[in-house]
């Protein structure tokens, strides 16, 4: 098991930046390949970007890319999103999740799931 907890959430006005961090635990968890992911109000859970245990390969949702980076340190379990230039269509909870093969998180099934860090960003 791999537990999944993140961190850094909250309200920023539009155009700002913030940091969501992850932090895994639990069995062999620095070799899973992490992502993130959000979900708005009424609306699917939407995969924004995921990384590679070794952190070779990245992945993004067009939505994101050139706005938000994700990175990890394995060395402390942890993965990162870096989020600039926010909109108010940002606003969801953000969601952590791991898998055995980035594909698993690209494919939006990935085999674990923290519980959520509610960003808002206000126009």
């Known amino acids: 098991q791999v537990q999944l907890l993140e961190s850094g959430g909250g309200l920023v006005q539009a155009g700002g930046s913030l940091r969501l961090s992850c932090a895994a635990s639990?069995?062999?968890?620095?070799?899973?390949?992490m992502g993130w992911f959000r979900q708005a109000p009424g609306k699917e859970r939407e995969f924004l970007a995921a990384?590679?245990?070794?952190?070779?390969?990245?992945d993004y949702a067009d939505s994101v890319k050139g706005r938000f980076t994700i990175s990890r340190d394995n060395a402390k379990n942890t993965v990162s999103l870096q989020m600039n230039s926010l909109r108010p269509e940002d606003t969801a909870v953000y969601y952590c999740?791991?898998?055995?093969?980035?594909?698993?998180?690209?494919?939006?099934?990935?085999?674990?799931w923290g519980k959520g860090t509610l960003v808002t960003v206000s126009s």
């Open positions: 999740a791991a898998d055995n093969d980035i594909q698993g998180l690209v494919d939006r099934t990935p085999r674990y």
């Open positions: 639990g069995r062999t968890s620095s070799t899973y390949a």
């Open positions: 990384v590679t245990w070794r952190g070779g390969r990245t």
